[in-house]
């Protein structure tokens, strides 16, 4: 057997096979799920965290003299907004998170979700500026890019009624690149911890425990012998 055309063949059976969007469809809907439970449990603290008028911590500062690079930009976007404008932002970003989860309008609502993602990312930097996030941002583009409003969601439910039902068989490259990206980000992060001696002699967990992400039980377990 000619080992180039094996090779070649399994490069084509990983990255360009077809199949059921079920899986797809069951992470967008996870995704949504994700998102929309801590964004309620946010909404009596709206004007504190996303208004002008409370902990206002932009990723940019804005613009002094005008608008002349990206982060210029990002700085003009995300200067205090009244506290109204705050709440409406908020209640049209948690429609758009059932909207994903329900799967309707899937791609316009995935780049509109987006749009609010990154503006909530870049206003407040405590909130987002974490690596998971940014996980999660790579996550959100290839889910825009791949059929994972075509099962389990309202498109599918509509166009079935419609008697336009939509095919069985789709390519899959977005899915692979997401288990691609989750296994190099695991894999990453436990050759950092074999290698850390902070890791090692559990200081790391140590400074995790009591740093600001601790918590009572964190300071329990640190108080035991």
Not at 26 to 32: D, F, P, V, W
Not at 54 to 76: A, K, Q, T, V
Not at 190 to 195: A, I, M, P, R
């Amino acid at each position: 057997m000619n080992p180039i055309r094996s090779t070649s063949d399994l490069w084509g059976r990983i990255w360009f096979a077809e199949g059921s969007a079920h899986a797809l469809g069951l992470l967008r809907a996870a995704y949504g799920i994700y998102w929309l439970l801590p964004w309620l449990s946010w909404a009596p603290h709206v004007d504190l965290y996303f208004s002008g008028q409370g902990m206002h911590l932009p990723f940019y500062p804005p613009p002094e003299d005008g608008i002349r690079s990206i982060e210029d930009l990002f700085g003009w976007l995300n200067q205090g907004v009244s506290p109204w404008t705050a709440r409406m932002l908020y209640a049209g970003t948690a429609v758009l998170m059932v909207l994903v989860t329900l799967g309707l309008f899937t791609r316009t609502v995935l780049i509109l979700f987006l749009c609010s993602f990154l503006y909530h990312y870049y206003l407040y930097l405590h909130m987002f500026g974490t690596s998971f996030h940014r996980l999660l941002i790579i996550l959100h583009v290839l889910l825009i890019l791949s059929p994972c409003g075509k099962a389990f969601s309202m498109d599918a439910w509509r166009a079935k009624r419609n008697g336009k039902p939509f095919k069985e068989i789709w390519p899959l490259w977005t899915q692979r690149i997401i288990c691609f990206h989750i296994i190099m980000l695991y894999f990453g992060t436990g050759l950092h911890k074999v290698s850390s001696p902070a890791w090692e002699n559990g200081d790391a967990v140590k400074m995790g425990l009591q740093s600001a992400w601790g918590s009572p039980v964190g300071y329990w377990l640190l108080s035991l012998p």
